[in-house]
């Protein structure tokens, strides 16, 4: 099928820890993972993308991993600060012109 | 500001109506994206242009049309509207025909139908 599957739904975490938000894709042609940022009352942002010749790619606190053979790949968000609350989103190629979003996790930060 | 311009921003209208959602993508940028976000909802791909052809199709209804012009810029007609077609509608563009490119979102347009 066509779907990304992203879990959790929703993520509370404390201020200063880490947050953790994985998908799994059905496409093994798939190679380009980004992800984004949509914050209340706004478009999407792309925050981090990760293409399949590595492994893992790092931004300051944002990291992208990815798992090839698994079909999975996670973002993975360290000391969590408040402004990170907004909903994230994984998404995937299917074929050569769709890219399929996951369903969204809502991180919560609290202070 | 991702360089994306999506006009109105909000548009209220009544079932039946017909309705046209403008997109500009980025300076440069061939290719954009139509998606439908409804209340809660992920994103919904709905179809795609590049350099003024229908390049790819998601689920959009037979009610709802698109195009792309030699200036580049989008339009999402959507027509005989009903309320559940009230939602978030995004356009995105990037410079490249395939997904594998950044893809970059305007801020939306909310249509409301009522």
């Known amino acids: 099928g066509e779907n990304v599957e992203q879990h959790p739904s929703t993520l509370s975490v404390q201020e200063g820890d880490s947050a953790v938000i994985k998908c799994t894709y059905s496409?093994?042609?798939?190679?380009?993972f980004p992800w984004y940022k949509q914050e209340l009352g706004k478009g999407p942002q792309l925050i981090i993308d990760?293409?399949?010749?590595?492994g893992e790619k790092k931004d300051q606190r944002i990291a992208v991993t990815l798992n090839k053979t698994a079909k999975h790949f996670s973002l993975h968000i360290t000391e969590t600060q408040p402004e990170d609350s907004a909903v994230y989103f994984c998404a995937a190629p299917r074929g050569s012109y769709k890219l399929i979003f996951g369903s969204g996790t809502r991180l919560l930060v609290r202070p | 500001d991702s360089g994306v311009t999506q006009t109105p921003k909000h548009l209220i209208t009544a079932t039946g109506q017909r309705v046209t959602l403008r997109c500009s993508p980025r300076s440069g940028d061939l290719s954009v994206y139509w998606y439908q976000q409804s209340l809660d909802q992920g994103l919904q791909f709905l179809i795609q242009?590049?350099?003024?052809?229908?390049?790819a199709k998601g689920n959009i209804l037979e009610r709802f049309s698109a195009q792309q012009f030699p200036d580049l810029h989008s339009e999402l007609n959507l027509s005989s509207l009903e309320l559940g077609d009230s939602a978030l509608y995004f356009c995105?563009?990037?410079?490249?025909?395939?997904?594998?490119?950044?893809?970059?979102f305007g801020q939306g347009t909310r249509l409301t139908v009522v």
């Open positions: 496409d093994s042609a798939s190679n380009y």
């Open positions: 990760i293409r399949s010749n590595v």
């Open positions: 242009y590049y350099n003024g052809e229908e390049r």
């Open positions: 995105a563009s990037s410079p490249n025909l395939e997904t594998r490119a950044e893809a970059f």
